[in-house]
């Protein structure tokens, strides 16, 4: 005991003399240390300790804190894990060779490390790989420091089996007793008797210091994968003992099985579900944004909000989100986020919202066996997409109905505000009145835009004379009062030539025709004429139109751009001039012939566990993804992802209790601007 005693006391001294004689080097090596003891809070990608990299001469890893240095010091401080740091790491050196008079430290000194130093204001952004804690952020809110969260991709992991196996899919906890260090399972039915007896002959893994086995030891109990897994060189070689072991498993990110040069049908990757009874999913993007890919880290980025009024920290994350986005992070070796969510994070900085958003812990979880029906009414056109969401949101809730009306506008609206349906399709945005109707009958909704459709009409292209047509000549050339009086192009106009017209259409009932002379007819319910010839594929019309000089036809401004013949479309005069059937005219609303389309949720109906899984898939990005096949333009794409806010605020008054915790691609109270217009009673 004496002579440990007097080991110590020669160390201390030592440190002393270092302190005395070289300040500096003193300084160095005890956050050397400190750095060293953080760093073991997480897995690591390498077995040498996190230090700080500092993207400029003459600076060093105790920097001031951000407050400090805001006076006059162009410096940047990024703590925290050192599986994101690569990420900010290479953002650093991007932006600091276009901007050489700026310093960013970027500190890899574990997830934990970087909270406490953001809550106590010495650091100007934390990376982590878990979102913030209740006891982080109350932390934060201790010493007043508010913070933006913003996600910048994901680290997933793939579980491996050769591709002519009959497994597909495995929960997380059959992956745990598969990969646990305590796991001496060589058979599939030692996993779970449900997987059948299948040997494994072995399990491959990249290297031992990879980011595959960093993420798979953080994500079994225990810390780390069995001791019998095999590390070989590199992810290739995992790939490639597929070809010749029929009964191998292997895990790599995956990131590197996307890269992987091997053959489809020699490896896959298993597909995962959260538990026994919801949908297997692959790890693609989609999936891991929506949190439904259970073997995976989301990988964040928190930022002090008082550091963004210096302008090297607000540029800087301009250069993340808004220049180099995905590239940073596929470039690390991870999954990017989608360009929806980079706009999202930007969004958030812009407008300094403060608080949990991507990571928001609500009940949104609805079981796949719940039953109930929903009611929807409104108009044709936009009763056409929420049933085309429906059929994609059907297969993952097959007891949940959609019963879909189209009365119009006026009525739906009246429904609404009575509370007698649940979600209402429609032309126009609600009226002043029919929102005053619901805020009188306690009725809150939530309005989203779906898009704008437009008509366009379209000539051959040896056509130089119809360039510009009047509401009047377009509702001669399709009216039904033209029925065997208009015949030529001289009886639309009389400048035009005395020429046989060919007029193509749709068959009867098309909701291109309505839109077309609705804008252009007075009459409450405008007829088309019937003397025409009708099909409905635009393209054969477009043919036709071309292969006739004189011939005309409609469509829509989406069905046009697949077309490739030699036709035109014609501009339209409403009265203020002639405006070309452009997608900048469409969207600006400057050209007659356009239609946009909203949908309206009842608010007040998503205390139903049918109506909240529909409504949660209605603005998934899934969803967004068939409402983009639908023809429309200008979809109001953040307001869809910022509608998630809303209504994860509405989900959690419904249902007080958490009873099973998802994160969720963005929730933020209260409402931002540019969110979705809502109506509160």
Excluded at 70 to 89: D, F, H, M, R
Excluded at 214 to 224: D, E, I
Excluded at 542 to 560: E, K, S
Aim: charged residues 15%; aromatic residues 6%.
């Amino acid at each position: 005991m004496t002579h440990l005693r007097r080991m110590i006391g020669l160390l201390l001294a030592g440190f002393v003399l270092l302190a005395i004689l070289m300040p500096g080097a003193a300084t160095r090596s005890f956050a050397d240390i400190a750095s060293l003891n953080q760093a073991t809070q997480e897995p690591t990608q390498a077995a040498t300790p996190a230090v700080a990299v500092t993207v400029a001469a003459n600076q060093s890893a105790t920097q001031a804190p951000p407050q400090a240095s805001a006076q006059g010091v162009n410096a940047v401080t990024v703590e925290g894990s050192q599986i994101v740091s690569p990420i900010l790491k290479s953002a650093a050196d991007s932006f600091s060779a276009k901007n050489p008079g700026t310093t960013i430290t970027v500190n890899a000194s574990g997830t934990v490390a970087g909270f406490d130093k953001l809550c106590s204001g010495t650091a100007d952004m934390a990376m982590a790989v878990e979102s913030i804690t209740d006891e982080q952020d109350a932390a934060c809110k201790a010493k007043n420091v508010n913070y933006i969260e913003t996600l910048l991709g994901f680290n997933a992991l793939d579980i491996l089996v050769n591709g002519t196996s009959t497994l597909t899919c495995l929960t997380p906890d059959q992956a745990n007793k598969l990969l646990s260090p305590s796991s001496t399972a060589l058979n599939w039915n030692a996993v779970d008797s449900s997987l059948g007896n299948v040997p494994i002959t072995a399990i491959y893994s990249p290297p031992a210091d990879s980011k595959a086995v960093a993420l798979a030891g953080s994500l079994v109990p225990g810390g780390k994968i069995r001791a019998d897994v095999k590390a070989l060189d590199s992810t290739q070689k995992v790939g490639d003992q597929f070809g010749t072991e029929a009964n191998t498993v292997g895990i790599m990110t995956a990131y590197d099985f996307n890269t992987l040069n091997v053959n489809s049908q020699t490896v896959k990757a298993l597909q995962m579900k959260t538990n026994a009874s919801a949908p297997c999913v692959d790890s693609g993007q989609a999936n891991l944004e929506a949190a439904r890919y259970p073997y995976s880290q989301s990988l964040y980025l928190y930022v002090n909000a008082a550091s963004l009024a210096r302008k090297p920290v607000s540029d800087f994350l301009s250069s993340i989100f808004q220049d180099q986005q995905a590239s940073l992070v596929l470039g690390s070796g991870f999954t990017s986020a989608s360009t929806t969510t980079y706009d999202r994070d930007q969004h958030y900085l812009d407008i300094k919202q403060t608080g949990r958003t991507f990571s928001r812990i609500q009940t949104v979880n609805v079981p796949p066996d719940t039953a109930g029906t929903l009611a929807s009414d409104g108009t044709a056109d936009p009763a056409t997409v929420i049933k085309a969401v429906n059929d994609a949101f059907s297969p993952r809730f097959s007891q949940i109905k959609l019963n879909v009306s189209a009365s119009g506008n006026d009525s739906a609206f009246n429904k609404l505000c009575t509370n007698n349906i649940d979600l209402v399709g429609a032309t126009r945005p609600m009226s002043d009145a029919e929102v005053a109707a619901c805020k009188k009958a306690n009725v809150e909704t939530m309005q989203l835009q779906l898009g704008t459709e437009a008509v366009v009409i379209v000539v051959n292209d040896n056509n130089k004379f119809a360039t510009c047509l009047k509401t009047d000549e377009i509702n001669k050339l399709f009216g039904l009062d033209s029925e065997n009086k208009v015949k030529k192009w001289s009886d639309v106009n009389s400048a035009f030539p005395a020429t046989d017209l060919l007029i193509l259409g749709p068959t009867a009932g098309a909701a291109e025709t309505d839109l077309l002379l609705g804008k252009v007819n007075k009459a409450i319910a405008p007829l088309r004429r019937n003397d025409l010839t009708t099909n409905d594929d635009p393209l054969y019309r477009a043919a036709g139109t071309a292969n006739v000089g004189d011939a005309v036809t409609y469509m829509t401004f989406a069905q046009f751009q697949k077309v490739t013949a030699k036709v035109h479309t014609v501009g339209v005069d409403a009265g203020k001039g002639c405006v070309d059937a452009t997608e900048a005219n469409i969207k600006n609303g400057t050209y007659l012939l356009t239609e946009t389309q909203y949908v309206v949720f009842n608010v007040n109906s998503f205390v139903r566990p049918e109506v909240k899984a529909f409504v949660w898939y209605f603005l998934s990005d899934d969803a967004l993804s068939v409402v983009a096949k639908q023809g429309l333009i200008g979809t109001d794409t953040a307001g869809f992802t910022t509608a998630r806010d809303t209504a994860l605020a509405s989900f959690a008054k419904s249902a007080p209790v958490v009873t099973q915790a998802t994160p969720v691609p963005g929730a933020v109270p209260p409402p931002v601007s540019g969110a979705p217009s809502v109506t509160t009673p």
